[in-house]
């Protein structure tokens, strides 16, 4: 909607970048608030911040250059063009999940009680991030009809909505509503769980469902697909995600019951 927030002469303060960085903030906040109950040193909070952020940027970008790999190796150019566009979330979430186990092992902290809190201030990020993308236009939904209300037109100069002066689907704000409401939700549930590491399954098994919904209105088509267009990769990683996390927390609810 609003790709760029401010330019002084040359230097100017993209919306995406800044939205991301309040989402940071908002995360680092959260597990600084919650220092007793998980890490109590400042230092190892900015040390795993840091390594999701790397994670999500490493992950989302080697995603994005798999929806068009040949393109990218005879175009490399337009991969680095711009850096602070073209993510793919589930390549971010695929890469973060190992790094951050390899980082709690590595710290000597319980994996199960980590995930919990650590849903909670990565959802933060992501939730911000989708507001990022619909000030930036990219992730915008398909054209709808003029009399839909849920329409909106991106127009702004450098937006990546295309295309430009029709309404399209605010999918960006549905799953940031989502994901958002997510966050509020687990933080409330936080000490009435059930079972360690419910909180991240939560996360995963309802964001994943809501995926698998709004990207049927999404609208940019160079995602990708598979099975001869039926459902795009995120559909389809979404789909793994409800499998793999409904199968786990079923049996951690059947095992917190027999305690």
């Known amino acids: 909607m609003h790709p760029i927030l401010f330019e002084f002469g040359t230097f100017k303060v993209f919306s995406y970048g800044f939205v991301i960085m309040m989402g940071v903030v908002a995360a680092f906040t959260y597990l600084y ?9 400042v230092d190892k909070i900015s040390e795993l911040i840091l390594l999701c952020f790397v994670s999500v940027f490493v992950g989302g970008k080697f995603f994005y250059f798999l929806e068009k790999p040949s393109y990218f190796v005879q175009n490399p150019s337009d991969f680095f063009a711009n850096l602070g566009q073209g993510f793919v979330f589930y390549g971010s979430f695929l890469f973060t999940i190992p790094a951050l186990y390899w980082w709690i092992r590595k710290n000597r902290l319980n994996v199960y009680y980590s995930s919990d809190f650590i849903a909670i201030a990565g959802s933060l990020v992501h939730g911000f991030g989708k507001v990022g993308c619909f000030m930036a236009g990219c992730c915008h939904g398909k054209q709808c009809d003029p009399s839909n209300s849920f329409g909106l037109i991106f127009n ?19 799953d940031a509503l989502l994901i958002l409401s997510i966050s509020v939700f687990m933080m409330w549930y936080m000490n009435r769980k059930k079972f360690q590491g419910e909180l991240f399954l939560i996360y995963t098994l309802i964001y994943a469902v809501g995926r698998f919904i709004t990207e049927n209105f999404r609208g940019d088509d160079a995602r990708g697909f598979v099975f001869g267009g039926w459902l795009s990769h995120s559909q389809f990683i979404a789909l793994l995600l409800i499998t793999i996390s409904g199968i786990l927390y079923i049996r951690g609810w059947k095992q917190s019951k027999t305690r």
Do not use: I, M, S
């Open 33 to 41: 608030a919650q220092r007793n109950r998980f890490l109590p040193n």
């Open 156 to 174: 702004a100069p450098h937006t990546a909505a295309d295309p430009v002066g029709v309404p399209l689907y605010p999918v960006q704000l549905w």
